[in-house]
C-alpha cells in the first residue's frame, strides 16, 4: 500500500482551494497559484493569459509590480524605470526634501530632466524574481520539536533555505508562512536601493480631503507621485550613483485613457500586508472591547498635541506632517474598523461559524475542544490585553525614550573607539543620522504634553496590579493630589534634569560622553525600565509569551480543520506582505436605504468640497483656472475631469500605490485606500460594502501633463486612447463598409 504523505496531501488541497471558481470581488490570491480562478477571470472579462499575470519564463506582469519600501505596492510605467505610487507612500520622500525655501510638499514638484530629480536615502524598491514551495523543508526542520522552541526554529530554517537560494547571486530572500503555518513559501527579490523622486503633486491635490475624507467615499484625491529606479551600468542594483542610468525593466504599464465604467473587469496587483481573517470570536471581542479603542485614544493624545504646534508656523508643521499623517492615518482605521465590526455583528457572526465547525469535529478526535481551547487561552490574556497596547503605544510613544534606551550602547562604542578608527567613524554616523530625525520632530511643547497626558491614561486604565514598581515609585514620589498633576510635575523635572530628552544636550552629551553622567540622569533611569525585553519579563511574566505559543499553536491546527472541511470550497490565505492578485469588477454600492454611491467622482464634486486656505479641501491657484477653462486636454470624460473611481477589489494595507489594471493589461488607476462602511475587511470580509477607492490615470496623467507641464514625463509613457476590442471593431465596421459601397 502506498504510503500516505500529509504534505503532499495538503499542497494538493490548497492547490485545490486555490484553483476553485471564486467570488469576483472576494481574495487576495497567490500569482503563481491563480489555478481555476482564470476561468473565471476570463468570464468577468480578462483578456490575457495566466503566464501574462506571472511566470518566470518571460516577461509578465509580476515584473512590472514593486514592492516600495516594504510598506506600499508601485508600478513600472515606463522602459526608464519609471514608477507610479501614492502620494502617501512617497510623503515622507517628499517632506524631507522640503524647506520653507523650497516647499515641494505644499507647491509639487517635477523634474524636467534626470539631473533634477532627487535621490532618497534609504528608500529601496523589490521585483520578484520567482517564488517555491518549501513546506516540507521547513515543516521537516521542526519535526519533533516542544511547540515553544518551534518559532524560533522556523526562523532559523526560513533564513537557511533562503541563503542557500540566493548564495552566488545579487538576490536576496526570505520564507513567508501561509494558513498559519500550513505552508511555507520561498520568496526571491532583486532590491534595487537607488530611487529618485520625480514627481508629486501639490499636497493640497495628492491629501485633499485630509483626516476628514480619510477612508471615506465619494472621494476626490489624487493620491498620486512618481519615482524611477536606477542602476547601475549592467543594468542591476547598484547604491547611488551620479552616473547610474535609468533601469530598464523586464516588463512596464501600458496606459489606457479610456475610461471606467459600471461592470468594467479590474485587477489589482500588490502586496498587501496583514489580514486576519480567521480570527475567532474572542480575538474579535478582544479587539473590539478593549484593544482598538486604547490605540485610538493614544493616538488621539498624540495627535491633538501634535496639531496644536503645526497650526503655529509652516516650519513645524512640514518638520512634523510625515510623522503626524503616518499616525493619523491608522487612527482612524481603528475608529472604523471597531464601528464597522460591530455593525457587521461579526462577533455574532464568528460565533455561529464556530458552532457549527465545532459540529463538524465530532468523531474528529485532533480537533475536539478546539475552540473552548481559544476560549481559555483569551480568557488568561484578555487582563493584560490594555497594558499590552500601553507599551508601545504609549510608554514608548515619547521619541525621546528611544534616544535614552540606546545612550548605553552608543557611549560605550564613543568612548571604546578612541581607540578604534573605524568603530568610533561608524558609530559618529549612527548619532548623526539618529539625532537628526529625533530634532526634526522634537517640540518640548507637545512632546511634554503627550508624555504627562499618556502617563496619566496608563494610571487610569492599567489595573493597579499591574503597575510597574518603578511607575509607582513615581507617584509615590512625585503625588501632587491627582494623576494628571503628579506627572505634569514629573516631566517639569525630566525635562530639567535630564541630558537625553533636549536635541542640544543630547548632542554636548555624546561630545563628551561619560557612563557614570549616563547611569545618574533620571532621563535614562526611566527609559531604562522600559527596555521593551525586560518590561515584559518583569511586568507580565510569561503570560503574552504562552498566549502567542498557545495561540500560534491553535491556529495552525484549526487552519487545518477548516482546509480539510471547506476542501473543494473557496479559501484564500491570509495577507502576510507578499504578492497577491485581487479581481473584480467597476462596481458601485448603497451604503444605506434610499442612497447608491456611483464608480465615479468629478471635478465638479472637488469644486463643491473646495474651501479657499482650508488645511484640507484647498486647491491649488491653477487647478482653478484649469477648471474655469475646462482645460482638460485629451483626459475629459463627458466634458469633465474623473478624479477618482471604486471597485470591488480585495485590498489591506500594503496595497497602497498599487496599479489597478483593466482585462487587457493596462493601468487605469492607483488603488489609494479603502471605504469606511467596510473597515472590517482585515478582519472580515463584506462582499456588499468592501470597495477599494482609486485615482483615476487620467486624472493623475492630467496633473502631470496640464498643471505640472511635465510633457518629459508624458512622453515617457505608453498611453492608449483605445482597446484592441476598439480597434478590431473599427476594422470590421470599416470591412463592411467597403464590401457594402
Sequence with gaps: MRKYNFFIALSLAITMLLSSVAKADEGMWVPMLIGKNYEQMKKQGFKLTPEDLYSINKASLKDAIVSFGGFCTGEIVSNKGLIFTNHHCGYDAIAENSTPQNNILDNGFYAKTYQEEKP??????????????????????????????????IIEIGKEIAAEATKGTHYEGFVRDFYKGNQYFLYIFEKFTDIRLVGTPPQSIGKFGGDTDNWVWPRHTGDFSVFRVYAGADNKPAAYSAS????????????????????????????????????????????TDKVNPTIVKLRDIRLKAWKGEMDKDVATRLRMSSLYARIANYWKYFIGQTEQLKRLKIYEEKQKQEAEFTAWTAGKPEYANLIEKFKAA????????????????????????????????????????????????????????????YEETYNEIADKKIFTQILTAFYNDVPKSQHPKFYTEIVEKYWSGSPEATFKKYADFLWEKSIFINPAKIRAFYANPSIAAL??????????????????????????????????????????????????????PDANSTMRISYGNIQDYSPKDGITYEVKTTMEGMMD????????????????????????GPYAENGTLIINFITNNDITGGNSGSPVINGNGELIGLAFDGNWEAMSGDI?????????????????????????????????????KTTKEDLQKEFKKKKIMTKSK
Design 519 to 572: 547611569e545618574n540622569d533620571p532621563g535614562y533611569k526611566y527609559a531604562a525600565n522600559l527596555n521593551p525585553t525586560d518590561y515584559v519579563k518583569t511586568n507580565f511574566g510569561s503570560v503574552i509569551a504562552d498566549f502567542e505559543t498557545t495561540r500560534a499553536a491553535l491556529d495552525k491546527v484549526y487552519l487545518k480543520a477548516l482546509l480539510e472541511k471547506n476542501k473543494g470550497k473557496l479559501m484564500y
Design 609 to 632: 468640497k473646495y474651501v479657499p486656505g482650508d488645511d484640507e479641501f484647498d486647491l491649488p491657484k491653477n487647478l482653478i483656472e484649469a477648471y474655469n477653462t475646462k482645460n482638460y
Design 120 to 153: 532618497i536615502d534609504g528608500l529601496f524598491v523589490n521585483f520578484l524574481v520567482r517564488m517555491e514551495d518549501v513546506t516540507e523543508k521547513v515543516n521537516n526542520a521542526v519535526k519533533g520539536l516542544p511547540e515553544q522552541e518551534k518559532a524560533a526554529k
Design 684 to 720: 472580515a470580509f463584506d462582499k456588499e460594502y468592501k470597495r477599494t477607492i482609486a485615482t483615476d490615470i487620467r486624472y493623475v496623467l492630467w496633473c502631470i501633463d496640464v498643471l505640472g507641464g511635465a510633457k518629459n514625463i508624458i512622453n515617457e509613457l505608453d498611453i492608449r
Design 244 to 287: 547610474n542610468k535609468p533601469y530598464t525593466p523586464k516588463k512596464y504599464l501600458p496606459i489606457s485613457i479610456k475610461g471606467v465604467k459600471e461592470g468594467d473587469f479590474s485587477i489589482v496587483y500588490g502586496f498587501p500586508g496583514r489580514t486576519d481573517r480567521f480570527l475567532t470570536s474572542y480575538g474579535v471581542k478582544l479587539a
Design 378 to 437: 483569551y480568557a488568561a490574556y484578555e487582563p493584560y490585553a490594555v497594558h499590552r497596547v500601553y507599551v508601545n503605544e504609549g510608554l514608548l510613544a515619547s521619541a525621546w525614550v528611544i534616544q535614552a534606551l540606546q545612550a548605553r550602547s552608543v557611549a560605550t562604542n564613543l568612548i571604546e573607539g578612541k581607540n578604534d578608527a573605524a568603530l568610533l567613524s561608524q558609530t559618529k554616523e549612527r548619532v548623526d543620522a539618529s539625532l537628526a530625525a
